[in-house]
């Protein structure tokens, strides 16, 4: 299994339509990504505007099909421009 944390920081102006984009997004997976296993995208209680996607993917396969998706390209490229830091894909192992 491949396991991703994703943070990022949006301009505070932009947290509702974060919110619903993220939303949205994360729909689309379930629908379309059986080898997606979890994604869950959580807001910082304390501050805001720092968000950080979680998932896990059964294997680089299903990561490929997550990264390719028309889905995908579209959330980014509404996200992005909202940024003040950019999103950060960092792999991480589970300890056992």
């Not at 299994?1 to 619903?20: A, D, G, R």
């Not at 979890?38 to 294997?59: E, L, R």
């Amino acid at each position: 299994m491949i396991h991703v944390f994703v943070p990022y920081k949006v301009k505070p102006e932009s947290i509702e339509k974060v919110k619903e984009i993220v939303s949205k997004f994360i729909s689309e997976i379930n629908r379309n990504e059986p080898g997606t296993l979890f994604y869950k995208s959580f807001q910082q209680a304390d501050d805001p505007t720092f968000f950080t996607h979680i998932m896990t993917f059964a294997d680089s396969e299903a990561e490929m099909i997550h990264k390719k998706s028309t889905y995908c390209r579209a959330f980014t490229d509404v996200l992005y421009p909202l940024c003040e830091v950019m999103p950060k894909p960092i792999t991480q192992n589970e300890i056992n």
